[in-house]
Structures are given as C-alpha cells and as structure tokens.
C-alpha cells in the first residue's frame, strides 16, 4: 500500500527539512492550511506548522498562528499509538460515528424530500402559467409577464433539480460510509509495530495513508486543566484501499506542551 501511494512523496520535504504532516494540518480558528516553516532564535533552528492566514495582510492575523512541528507529529503519532491499545475506544469511535452518518442521513433525505416537494410545486405553477399562456395573444400585456415568470420557474426548477442529485450523491456517500472496527484495529496496531522502524519517507507515507486530516486548535482549559485539542479525520483501509474518509472525532490531549518559546 505504501508503494501504492508514492505520489504523496513530493510533498515529504520543506526546502531540506522534513515534515511529517506536511499537506495534513489545519487552523481550527480560521480554517486554512498550516504549512511548515522555520525561525531561528538563539542561533538555533526551531519548526513550525504556521497558520497561512497571516500570509494574507488584508485578513485578521490568527491567533493560532503556529505550532511546534515535533510537538505536533509527536502528540499524533502517540495518539495513533494509543488507539492501538484501546480497542475499547476504537469500538465507541465506530459506534459514534455510525450514529453520527445515520444522523447526517436522515437530514440529508429530510432535506432532498423538501426540495422535492418545491420542485412538484414549481412544476405545477409552470404547466399553469403554459395553459395561462396558450390562451393569450403576444399583444396581450399578461403575456410578457407570464414569459418572465415561467423564466424564473425554469430556473428555480434548474437550480432544485441539482441541489436533489447533489443531495442524492452525499446519501449514497453517507450510506457506504460505515465502519469496520477490526480493519481500524488491525490498521492501528500495524502502526504500533512498525512504526519506530520506518524511515523518515516511509513515516510519512504511512501517516498520509492513515491521516486524511488533522485540525489543530491550539490550547484550551478542559476541566482545570490546560489542553490542547486536535481533530483527526482518517482514512477508512481496509482489504482495498477505498480512499473514503471515515470519521471525524474530537481528541483531547492534557497536558501536552506546544509552547512555541526554545526550551532546553
């Protein structure tokens, strides 16, 4: 599998130095990307995965703007490391997120049976407005008023007509979006394992196998006690590599320190 996602290779380095979770890292606060990126302080050489809205000077500087890069890519492959000894955590995660798709599908079928309603409803003032029209002559004042409106019923009709097949796209994705709680186990306990004996190269080509998606939004207080919080959404691997993200869940790490000052 590692073979097969060599494409992933062209983004393994910054200039000469190594990120791991290059292309993975997000800002929680503003949504942008979070590239890597170097200072020297002290005559030492620190890394960062930096915010790139502040690139931007015609948006608000972010309050997260960076964080340490070996802080990061240690906080997750620990967590990874962690899921492959709680199996009892990865059942809740499956469970969670079957319910959560279950959810989201029921809104997303809500949703289209509205805008099907809408569009019988459309449809039928058009077919009006057509018996209206063939009873008019083109000198008559109502028959430029009705040309107009059976225009915008067009495109209303049009518009309705693809938020539906949008609609029925995501239901389809939604609903051939569950879990297999053992592939996730065995996925993470191959992590475990082989990990520490990987290359730089093959680190990251395993971590952009397994990690479509990392949030990150810095430090918060969680009962008493400084945090930081990330969110990782995964790619669901199992006997074929699919390529479809799985979940979405919110992990909290205490106690862990991404304070961005030299330190040692």
Request: charged share 35%.
């Amino acid at each position: 599998m590692l073979d097969q996602n060599r494409a992933s290779n062209t983004g393994f380095r910054a200039g000469t130095e190594k990120f791991l979770l290059k292309g993975l890292v997000y800002c929680g606060h503003c949504g942008c990307a979070m590239a890597p990126s170097f200072a020297y302080s002290k005559g030492r050489k620190y890394y960062y995965y930096r915010c790139l809205v502040n690139n931007d000077p015609s948006k608000g500087k972010c309050p997260i703007g960076a964080v340490n890069a070996k802080a990061l890519e240690d906080l997750i492959v620990k967590k990874l490391q962690f899921l492959a000894e709680s199996p009892e955590f990865v059942d809740e995660v499956v469970e969670e997120a079957i319910r959560e798709e279950r959810e989201e599908g029921e809104r997303l079928k809500k949703k289209k049976q509205a805008l099907a309603k809408r569009l019988q409803e459309v449809e039928g003032s058009a077919r009006k407005m057509m018996n209206l029209l063939e009873g008019l002559e083109e000198t008559d004042p109502r028959f430029a008023f009705i040309l107009q409106k059976l225009k915008e019923l067009g495109e209303e009709r049009d518009g309705l007509k693809k938020e539906i097949e949008l609609l029925e796209f995501k239901i389809n994705e939604v609903e051939n979006n569950y879990l297999n709680a053992e592939s996730l186990k065995a996925n993470f306990k191959y992590f475990k394992e082989v990990f520490e004996h990987l290359t730089p190269q093959e680190k990251y080509d395993l971590l952009h196998l397994l990690i479509k998606r990392i949030v990150y939004y810095g430090k918060e207080v969680r009962d008493g006690q400084e945090a930081t919080k990330i969110k990782l959404e995964l790619w669901d691997i199992g006997p074929i590599s699919s390529g479809e993200s799985f979940t979405e869940r919110i992990i909290w790490l205490p106690g862990q320190d991404s304070n961005l000052q030299p330190t040692g």
